[in-house]
């Protein structure tokens, strides 16, 4: 089984199988998991905003909130670092392919 050593050698996935495909021959090794949980626990500071959304959307947000177990206010905060990490991770890639095709 191959140890994964940074956050940049988890590709993005298409699909949950391929997703499960890499996850059955790879782990996140131990020292890499235990970075990301003090970071985590460093990173206390936050700021309130105030957020509209469509009532709608937001009962659909609670409801699968309340499937996972989760506060949906949690949630939606995992979402956006999620989608943070994503864009972050396309925009390296980007600048990596722009840096090679002089």
């Not at 495909?21 to 996140?28: D, E, K, L, S």
């Not at 905003?49 to 206010?73: E, G």
Request: proline share 2%.
């Amino acid at each position: 089984m191959n140890a994964i050593t940074s956050w940049e050698e988890v590709p993005l996935f298409d699909c949950e199988e391929a997703e499960a495909a890499f996850w059955a021959h790879n782990r996140i090794e131990v020292r890499l998991m235990e970075r990301s949980v003090t970071a985590a626990s460093e990173a206390t500071n936050s700021e309130t905003i105030s957020l509209r959304i469509d009532p709608r959307m937001l009962t659909r947000i609670k409801r699968i909130a309340r499937s996972r177990y989760l506060n949906y206010q949690s949630m939606i905060k995992q979402w956006l670092s999620e989608r943070l990490e994503q864009e972050i991770r396309e925009q390296r890639a980007d600048a990596r392919s722009e840096g090679g095709m002089s």
